[in-house]
């Protein structure tokens, strides 16, 4: 029967005890604990935050990269097309120009040809004009009483008959 | 041993994060190794005193059958007197036998008595008639075992007054109370010097021990129960409960000196904890908690009224709860001393047969103590956790707080 007895005695000593041991823990140990080891979760929590961050800014940065690699590539690509261009451009426009100058040239030769030609016929029209006068005189053997009259008049032929 | 072992990883096996397991896993076997050793050394020397029957008085039943004087000599060992002597409370400490005579402590006894205080040592009952200065330490039947006053009768006899002594001694279970807290202040001391020595970094050493204990405390069952917001509040004395039940309940199983008394098996030292956490869970409680107590909802009007069944029933719930908080601890840890005490006596008893009887018998009894004790140390854990979850639990209750919609009538 003793042994479920309560006894005054130990339950005094034990009510003391834990009082004490209670509010020794609650005033000096538990805070410091608590503490430290929120401070450490927090510490912890925020690390990981940040590592997740880092990680996400990294992958970002990652993309980033391979958006300005792929767009410096497309550039590159752009580029090297547009200096094709331009290069069959010159091509084209010298290649025109070429031509230009080479059809001006033979059309300025041509003209002066021609030019040369209705000079060298003016000069050779004068020529008969007068060559056939005097062969007229000579062969008619008179001389015509108005000469500057024949003269017009064999121009006048000479004019008509269109060489 | 294994299946202690089994039973020991069975019951962490809540505890999911690694971490936990991995520091746990270190702590249950430092803690098992000391009191499997405590334990097999208790053994031995048990069954080396115990062996021959001449000498089988010597052994730890010394202190019992020594006090009986006038009878004879030789009477046989009783192994019921000797447990119950060993998980019962007592003025003096007994820490061994040296050639024949016992080695204790006397503790202090201090006594009011009408009024007075009375403080002596109580090695002055240390007498044949275990009386001193008008008071006796009863060795036999009325109040056996307890400090009674002595008076003079009417025809000059001396006999045992009507009233009885307060007896605020230091008993053996204080006293190891005492030690127990002081060791637990040691090794808060330690933990709080390595915090605040180590700040934020990871523990280290004591305080990696311990905080995974704590941690387990403050989540698993302040945490789970009371929710953040009201745990914080109640962390402290849940947290002081944990540690005291449990290092109670450890250093009790540590067989040597100054651990080894019964002291969460004491019904006091219950029921000063049952009473501390009834009274912090009326002082808690909220009006809705009283509405569930007498006006339950979801129970038919006619358990109510007009006799009010539910409510005293109810009511009625909110004084079991704590007396069976220390009926558990109590049961518990005492049946666990009487356990591991039976199978110690057990080479005792085999050994007044015949010698080779007692040594035939002792290696059973080693592995079946340290069976005892691997499963009482598992014991001591489990009952601290559900001490302390129960009063979570209760507090809750008393706060009407549901965390979720977790479990709330544990019982």
Redesign the interface.
Known sequence: MELVMPGVGVLFWTCLIFLILFLMLKKWAFPVINSMIKKREEKITSALEEAEATRKEMAELQRRNDEMLSEARSEKEKIIGQAKEFKRQIEDSSRQKAKEEYDRLMQAARADIEREKQAALEDLRVSVANLSLDMAEKVIGSELSDRDKQKELVEKGLKDLKL | MALGFCVYSQAFFFLEEQMKDLVFSKLVFVLLLLVLTGGGCGRIMAQATGLPVAESRTSEDRVDVKSDEGEAQKESFNAGEMI?GH???KHSWHICDWKGKAVEVHLPV?LLYEGRLHCFSSARFENPSHAYDGFQLRKEAPH???IVAVEAGADGQLRIAEKLP??????K??AA??VS?LF??IL?FF??RN??RR????PKGVAALF?PV??FVRDEVVYANLGKEHG?RY???L??LFF?IFLGNFLGIVPFFPFGANITG????T???AL?TFLITMGSSTKAYWKHTFNTPGVPMWMKFPIPLMPAIELMEIFTKPFVLMIRL?ANM?AGHIIILGFVSLVLIFGQQSVALGWAVSPLTIIFGLFADALELLVSFIQAYIFTMLSANYFAGALAYEPGKASNGAH
């Open positions: 119950l998980i019962t409370d201090i056996m075992g307890r307060l007896d605020f001694s230091i008993t279970t204080v109370m005492m807290t637990l202040i808060f933990v709080v915090y605040k700040g934020e970094q990871a905080e704590y941690l914080d962390l402290p004395y947290a002081t005291f004491n019904i006091s030292v029921l000063v904890l501390l109590f005492t």
